[in-house]
Structure formats: structure tokens, C-alpha cells
């Protein structure tokens, strides 16, 4: 099972840790793995290179794990915006649960 954990403080989101295979297929043909996949890579890159804002990104490979902190202290429109994209992906994780129930799993810490 593949395990999203959103980290929050307050009402902000200050980043999310994955970890697990979904196990709804094979390596390589599992798409519950490529859309968490795609969700996260997409995140990393909006955040980060489009942004510009620095966002600490340790991915694992051994344990195919990915984590992903977002800096404090930043300006009031990018908060706005890393906030507004971080809920976004929240709730798509929420739906492919909803969609998966026995392959992912949504946590808030």
C-alpha cells in the first residue's frame, strides 16, 4: 500500500512524505503508483522550478520513498500559491483513495 502523509501545522501544509508500493499491479504496470507518481513529480517540479522556492525533496530509492518540505517565511503570494497547489494535491490523493481504497492511504500529521 502506498501511504501519503500530509504535514500540516495549523492550517498550513508545510510538505508530504510517500512511501510503499500501491500493490495494484507489477512494478512498472501498477497505475496507482504512476499517478501518485506523476501527482508528486509535478508538485516537486511546480514548486520548485517554477516557483523558485527551494523546496527540500529527499526521494529514497531503496525504499521508494519520497519526501517533500516547503520553506517558511515566504512571501504572502507564495504561500498563497504552494498552499493552493498542496491542497490540490491533497484531494486528488483523497479521490484516487476513493478510487483505491486497498492501495493507498491519506494521512494529515
Known sequence: ?????FLTEGKRIT???VEGHSGFAEVGKDIVCAAVTSAVRLTEVVVNDVFG?????KVREKSGSIS????GG???????AVQGLLSGLMLYCAELREEYPDHIEVLEA
Request: aromatic share 8%.
Open 1 to 5: 500500500m502506498t501511504t501519503f502523509t
Open 15 to 17: 510538505g508530504f512524505d
Open 53 to 57: 522556492l527551494s523546496a527540500s525533496v
Open 68 to 71: 517533500l518540505r516547503v520553506p
Open 74 to 80: 515566504l512571501s504572502e503570494r507564495d504561500e498563497h
